[in-house]
């Protein structure tokens, strides 16, 4: 597989960027899909997803890196 070279020479800092936006982008879809739920008309048509559980996690790890991209690009990396 052929790596683009803004990937392929692309330091940690942006690395950790990359994979936090993803993670953030994750964390939006499941909290949207959480307010879809909670908004159902049936009550008892209960899904097998803990969307709460999937937004808060890749919410956290998504902010972390996002924090040491933060520091990463600050630092000049």
Known sequence: MHLPDFIL????ATIYGMWG?????????A???EHRRRGRKDIDRVGIMPWRDIGALTGF???A??????VGWIGGA
Not at 21 to 29: H, V
Not at 65 to 70: R, S
């Open 9 to 12: 020479f692309a330091s940690e």
């Open 61 to 63: 790890a998504g902010l």
């Open 65 to 70: 890196l996002m924090a040491f991209a933060g």
């Open 31 to 33: 909290s949207w899909r």
């Open 21 to 29: 936006g993803a993670l953030l982008a994750i964390s939006a879809f």
